[in-house]
Structures are given as structure tokens and as C-alpha cells.
T-cell receptor, first 113, second 115 residues
């Protein structure tokens, strides 16, 4: 039981490049979400999904796309990276949309130059 | 909207000192309250939770009591260890519609414990 896994752990992009941050969970959780963590800002919700085929925007969705074709996977796409997207990204999951406990992945540290 | 305010860090303590990290919240309805901990280089882990007023959450020697009258959920530990060095996040969940509960985080407080 691996929990929530994220790849890659580190990534450096040039401005304008695109990439996909991968997230997977093996707990059969319905609810998955992406956060970014910036110094002094805490964690901010980017996008979330309450089940396969359903996604919605969080607090800071601009510049990011998501899809949820399976229960297990919830990739985050940066279509045209900008320096403002330099951050640590965390994927998280919980059993249902009304569950209390949320499980976090180990994070991806992204630098955009 | 919902919000969580926690004390600014960083906090530096000597081993075996008493720890308090203050947290207050604003929320509509009846939120559940949480403390998460993030060790260096890792994701967040749930440390403790309280789901209704006057509940006390506890884990690994840490405690926090849900105080509705003061809208607070302060984290305490009687004797900190070097291994407690981490960033601590106060958080709440509140109903956001369509059967969903959204998690709102404070900005985090970095704790360093020195031997």
C-alpha cells in the first residue's frame, strides 16, 4: 500500500515549456486534489476532483489543467510554465468528499527559470 | 469565507521546553479542526483533529482543544524533542456545497528544537 505517490520529485523548466506532474493513489479514494505551497502562503488549492470524470477549480487554478480518467490518477498539467509557478506541489486524497482525513503525497519541487 | 490564522514563526525552543502554537479561525457553520505536521522534505501528515466544540485532539504528546467561544485551536506540547522540528499547519474543514468539505490551511509555523 503506497498511499499517495508523486513524480517527479524535482523538476526544472524553462519559461514556456509544458509538463505534467503525476499523482496516483492506491487507496480507492474518490476525492483528490492539488495544492501549491509557497513560503509564507501556506497551502493553496489549485484543482480538485470528487470522482473519476469530475474536476473543479480551487483557489488558484489559472495556468493549470487537470483531468481524472481513473479513480487512481490525477495528473496536473502546466501548459506554458511561468516563473510564478515555481513552487512545491502536493497531491492529496481522501476517501470521499465529506471525509475528514486527507493524505498527502511527498511533493514535487518545481523551478521555472 | 473561511480562514485560519496561526502565529508567525519561526519558533526556536530548547529541548524539553513547553510549546504553544496559537491558531484562531473564522468559519461559517461548524467546522472540524486539524493540526498537520510537515517534516523536512516530506508531505503533510495529520497530527490530530477535533470535530466539535470542547473536543480535545491528542497524538504523540501534542494536544489541542476546540474552543468555540474563542474560535481557537491552540497546539501544545509539554516537553518538545529535537525530532519535533517541523512545520505545523492549523486547518479546518467546512461545508462548501454539493456534499463537499474544503480544507483551509493556515500559513504554517516552523518549529526548530535545539539540543
Amino acid at each position: 500500500n503506497a498511499g499517495v505517490t508523486q513524480t517527479p520529485k524535482f523538476q526544472v523548466l524553462k519559461t514556456g515549456q509544458s509538463m505534467t506532474l503525476q499523482c496516483a493513489q492506491d487507496m480507492n479514494h474518490e476525492y483528490m486534489s492539488w495544492y501549491r505551497q509557497d513560503p509564507g502562503m501556506g497551502l493553496r488549492l489549485i484543482h480538485y476532483s470528487v470522482g473519476a470524470g469530475i474536476t473543479d477549480q480551487g483557489e488558484v487554478p489559472n495556468g493549470y489543467n487537470v483531468s481524472r480518467s481513473t479513480t487512481e490518477d490525477f495528473p496536473l498539467r502546466l501548459l506554458s510554465a511561468a516563473p510564478s509557478q515555481t513552487s512545491v506541489y502536493f497531491c492529496a486524497s481522501r476517501k470521499t468528499r465529506s471525509s475528514y482525513e486527507q493524505y498527502f503525497g511527498p511533493g514535487t519541487r518545481l523551478t521555472v527559470t | 469565507g473561511n480562514s485560519v490564522t496561526q502565529m508567525e514563526g519561526p519558533v526556536t525552543l530548547s529541548e524539553e521546553a513547553f510549546l504553544t502554537i496559537n491558531c484562531t479561525y473564522t468559519a461559517t457553520g461548524y467546522p472540524s479542526l486539524f493540526w498537520y505536521v510537515q517534516y523536512p522534505g516530506e508531505g503533510l501528515q495529520l497530527l490530530l483533529k477535533a470535530t466539535k466544540a470542547d473536543d480535545k485532539g491528542s497524538n504523540k504528546g501534542f494536544e489541542a482543544t476546540y474552543r468555540k467561544e474563542t474560535t481557537s485551536f491552540h497546539l501544545e506540547k509539554g516537553s518538545v524533542q529535537v525530532s519535533d522540528s517541523a512545520v505545523y499547519f492549523c486547518a479546518l474543514t467546512a461545508y462548501s456545497g454539493a456534499g463537499s468539505y474544503q480544507l483551509t490551511f493556515g500559513k504554517g509555523t516552523k518549529l526548530s528544537v535545539i539540543p
